[in-house]
């Protein structure tokens, strides 16, 4: 593709509900990884994949969020249990194996609990 | 443990002033810095890297190994340079790239 997509683009959910997002990476970048931008704050890292590796799941903020990663492509990060303070642009970024290499972002999915 | 800092999270300068964007990380082997930019409403994206040497939008930042440094630098800021900044460290081998809290830059007419 043309680059790393996230879908969908914004998202209302009530407080207490379930909520899936989607990144597709840009094809045959082994790494993915998925952050969270509050308003007006910077980057929290949440879930980094790389290739079959475990997943570094350190930023994860609480039990409520996971990820998965099928195929070695698409992920999708689930929060369960929605809560107002959960309300965010989820950013995914991809980029090749290597660590010196360029992370290619999404546009995000903005996610507004009420 | 490799860390990355960014000791300003906002930086507002007049226009045509010299602006100079923090960056100090924690690695204690050879590490791959990098800039990124996101203005508004656009993607988070790659300003620069460390190994390439270049200058971006005026913009150059040097690696100082002894003072674990990566500061952005651009002698006369322009309003269109407002924007958020990330300072990111990696390494080669896929480690995973490490991203700092970002610093705000606020460029005044």
């Known amino acids: 593709g043309a680059g790393v997509s996230q879908s969908p683009s914004n998202k209302v959910t009530e407080k207490g509900k379930d909520v899936e997002l989607r990144c597709d990476p840009i094809s045959g970048h082994t790494a993915l990884y998925w952050y969270r931008q509050s308003l007006g704050q910077g980057l929290e890292f949440l879930i980094y994949?790389?290739?079959?590796?475990?997943?570094?799941k350190s930023g994860l903020p609480s039990d409520r969020f996971s990820a998965e990663r099928t195929g070695g492509s698409v992920s999708t990060l689930t929060i369960q249990r929605t809560q107002q303070e959960d309300s965010a642009v989820y950013l995914c970024a991809s980029s090749e194996q290597r660590g010196d290499t360029e992370a290619f972002f999404g546009q995000g999915t903005r996610l507004t609990v009420v | 443990a490799q860390r990355v800092t960014q000791p300003e999270k906002l930086l507002s300068v007049f226009k045509g002033a010299p602006v100079e964007l923090k960056c100090n990380y924690s690695y204690s082997g050879s590490p791959e810095l990098f800039w990124y930019v996101q203005y508004s409403r656009q993607r988070l994206q790659l300003l620069l890297r460390?190994?390439s040497r270049e200058s971006i939008k005026g913009f150059t930042a040097d690696l100082n190994k002894g003072e674990t440094s990566f500061h952005l630098k651009k002698p006369f800021a322009q309003e269109e340079d407002s924007a958020m900044y990330y300072c990111?460290?990696?390494?080669?081998?896929?480690?995973?790239?490490?991203f700092g809290a970002g610093t705000r830059l606020f460029v005044k007419a």
């Open positions: 460390h190994i």
């Open positions: 990111a460290l990696s390494r080669s081998g896929g480690f995973k790239t490490i």
């Open positions: 994949f790389q290739g079959n590796s475990a997943p570094d």
